[in-house]
């Protein structure tokens, strides 16, 4: 008998409807002869009712109140959920975060999960429940107060309570079939990745892909828990994340039934694309951006230390960015421009804090664009494959698409275009790689809320 | 200083104007000097929501999961009601029950509370913040389940945390201005009662007074905390129910600026009223409950041992009872009868456990009566005043009410008359004891659902 841990997001839960379906898909688990621990997301559109309140009584939608509030909504999806199970003549307990022994740090509203001691939930699924725990949130070890998790709280509660329960896989629940090859509203031959290495993943989702978020798989590699990334409508196969491909987990077999039987119906389905396994083994996918924007310092003196100038200013009004680009300076000036992407959120704050530190840099100029779009290459292998780069340019040349800036890693190479270029230059890359689909794919395709 | 504890019912936190409304009386409380604890139910329909949700998931809405459910409703309240006062510009932290050191045995749905800890409610207004607690719930001392305290829920959480902390006074805190001494729906004239002990108001709240429950008067009379009785909304002074008027609390007096001030002042409102400080000693109110019904045994041989068989029959089949009435047999036949009130919603129940030990006590027959209803006259020392009984009587005598059972206790008469007769009955006895107020007050009258 293995353990798996389930996490069913908002939109899987959003009505009685979907609870009683859900409910059917883990009876099933429990019947597969499973030890189910699941953990669920507040239904459909609770967490936006209660922010709307919170905004009716007060201006501040933060701290330990917030928590207190949004918590509510996993307490009325995860107690309905275990009432289904029960109907259907199945036990079920629900736990808070508290109470499943999620224990945070007490950064309110983006909480960081610092310990988990899940032995009441070992006790309940030894007992032959199916446990059920409000993904989201936590408690504070200090100062023993409700905490949530902030974005991607519940894959995370998902992901930390595999890791310290020992589950064989952590089954991730959402609305759409996987993690694909490029995001399928805008590749219609967009292709579900059957499996995909922690390392790719982490890229993808870094780079737009919304389906599972950096923090959840992080901790996934660290711990090395396989991810199964699924859809609580469709019930097919989905994708696997994992440090090795499902092949490999033949030792932890027990736990998923019948996970590699089905992955090879997924693949069959997949008809015509034979040479899938070997592309894969290069190319994970295509992933897009357009939340960014891109700050150039113009007219940096070439000297050692101005960067670091920069980019501390930058920090210090608390700005993330992400690619950082510098060319070789103009021999005649000595002058060099320094190029970086953001969020576009955070544009307002980064301009201020260059401008109050022109004196110190001592540059020429700021521009700032919001109007472009970062396209992502993402695949184990790339950097020993000189043609893959090759490749990505000319598909982007020859459909007319221009570079802005270029950025790579050893899995990934990103470049930033104008937005209106993305999808053209999504599709033709996806095309120049083989990853099209024969068929044209239905899906729906959304992230998940937390 | 004094510390007071505060209860808001669900009608007076509807929505977002009325958690804003009664932040701002909260914080007045804490202006004015005090150390302020609130005890906070759901908003308004919330509870039904969420029952609504839970039938359209289970046929079952009971047990652990169905508390978890249900507290998630005084978890939103809460929480927004501490955002609106820190918005006001004070600190406010809100707690769970079990936070709040709610302790209770392991029935679910209806707990009762077996210890109070409030440490983290005194540390917390000891730091200076205003204490917001969820009301009717609690964790069971067993599992560390949550539970729920049942009808009265919040009442009680409230008179149990002041009883724990040592507040000087408990305001429950409704939609009518206090306790009435007649139901104002039906009698218009009903005067409010500006003061009433705890043993007059345990007999109204078991005759059919819905303003305060039983059990929360119970628990303050065991515990001594006096209860103020008023509304959310119209701020006048309330009711205060305690075991001696009001001007017996001078000892109490910093817990409740203006008390004392603010009684004077109704009272001065209550022109044309001299003479009601007499009269009250005297008789506190009417009381009725329609929501009762009759069941009569016929013919019970008149020997020892038999109420006792009719009575363990129904007890055996949980049924609670409320009057019991048994006259004088027949000399000619040796037979009685034997009748008795009950919640119309039990009849059944009790009609089947009495037909099932027929033969065991050997009656003639069953008759069962929901059109009735019960009057209840409540006042001290109305045993050592005669004419009390005549009066009332008297006053149904000429209306034309026929009595169909008659009940007594110390402080309290009791008949039950035809469901039809119950406005009139009510009114004249009412005016028969000059409890008729000059004018005619416009009240909104409702029961508290917590």
Redesign the interface.
């Known amino acids: 008998m293995g353990l798996v841990v389930q996490k069913y997001g908002g939109s899987s839960v959003a009505d ?1 409807e979907g ?2 379906r859900v ?1 059917k898909r883990i009876v099933e688990a429990k019947k597969n002869g499973n030890q189910v621990v699941v953990v669920v997301s507040a239904m459909g559109d609770t967490t936006d009712e ?1 922010i709307d ?2 905004k ?5 939608q933060t ?4 928590d ?2 949004l ?3 996993e ?2 999806s ?7 199970i ?2 259907l003549g199945h036990e ?3 736990f ?1 975060g508290s ?1 499943a022994g999620l224990i945070t740090d007490s950064a309110h509203n983006k909480a960081r999960i610092i310990d988990v001691t899940p032995g ?1 939930i070992q006790t309940s699924v030894d007992e032959g429940n199916i446990a059920i725990v409000a993904g989201f949130q936590g408690v504070s070890q200090d100062s ?1 107060d ?1 905490t949530t998790l902030g974005r991607g709280g519940s894959d995370t509660t998902a992901v930390a309570l595999a890791a310290a329960l020992e589950a064989d896989v952590c089954e991730i629940y959402t609305d759409v079939d996987g993690v694909f090859t490029a995001d399928p509203r805008v590749v219609k031959k967009a292709r579900k990745i059957d499996w995909i290495s922690f390392e790719d993943m982490l890229e993808l989702a870094s780079s737009g892909s919304k389906v599972l978020l950096h923090r959840c798989v992080e901790y996934a590699r660290r711990y090395n828990i396989p991810i199964h990334v699924r859809s609580s409508f469709s019930g097919l196969e989905g994708t696997w994340v994992s440090s090795e491909p499902p092949g490999g987990y033949e030792g932890h077999g027990e736990g998923t039934p019948g996970a590699q039987a089905a992955l090879k119906n997924g693949r069959s389905e997949d008809s015509g694309q034979g040479d899938q396994s070997m592309e894969q083994a290069i190319i994970s996918g295509v992933a897009h951006d357009t939340s960014e924007a891109k700050v150039t310092v113009v007219g940096v003196p070439d000297k050692p230390g101005e960067a670091a100038v920069i980019f501390r200013a930058i920090a210090d009004a608390e700005v993330n960015i992400d690619m950082v680009v510098q060319n070789v300076s103009a021999a005649s000036t000595g002058l060099t421009d320094i190029s970086f992407t953001l969020p576009k959120s955070e544009g307002r704050k980064a301009i201020a804090a260059l401008e109050k530190s022109q004196g110190a840099i001592g540059f020429d100029s700021l521009r700032y664009d919001d109007q472009i779009a970062k396209i992502s290459l993402v695949g184990a292998g790339m950097k020993t494959n000189p043609g893959v780069t090759a490749t990505f340019f000319e598909a982007l040349s020859e459909a007319k698409v221009n570079i802005e800036l270029i950025s790579t890693s050893e899995i990934r190479i990103s470049v930033v275009t104008r937005e209106d270029d993305v999808n053209e230059a999504v599709q033709v890359v996806h095309s120049a790689f083989g990853l099209d689909s024969e068929s044209d794919e239905a899906v729906v395709y959304g992230g998940t809320g937390r």
């Open positions: 009685a609870i009683k409910a209660l309140l919170a009716e009584v007060s201006p501040v701290g330990r109140e917030f207190m509030l918590t509510a909504g307490r009325i995860m107690a309905l959920l275990a009432m289904a029960k109907s079920a307990q629900s808070t109470q009441r023993k409700i």
